[in-house]
């Protein structure tokens, strides 16, 4: 069995959470999700609701904020 990868880090001792690789990774995908949410945002009170792809369903009513 061999080990299985690590995450970026050479030293073992460095845990996970502090690992420079997840950090680029965490963010990367926290920047993802937040482009995603500004799509759903209204200028009037609610929100879109998102249709399977992504872009704002405008054939649905808007969630309640």
Same mark, same amino acid.
């Given at each position: 069995?061999?080990? !299985?990868?690590?995450?970026?880090?050479?030293?073992?001792?460095?845990?996970?959470?502090?690992?420079?690789?997840h950090?680029?990774?965490?963010?990367?995908?926290?920047?993802?999700?937040?482009?995603?949410?500004?799509?759903?945002?209204?200028?009037? !009170?609610?929100?879109?609701?998102?249709?399977?792809?992504? !872009? !704002?369903?405008?054939?649905?009513?808007?969630?309640?904020?």
């Open positions: 069995m061999t080990d !299985p990868p690590s995450l970026g880090a050479p030293d073992p001792e460095t845990r996970w959470l502090q690992d420079p690789v950090r680029d990774w965490l963010a990367r995908h926290a920047a993802s999700q937040f482009a995603f949410f500004r799509r759903c945002l209204r200028p009037e !009170p609610g929100f879109h609701l998102l249709d399977t792809d992504g !872009p !704002p369903d405008h054939g649905c009513p808007a969630a309640a904020a």
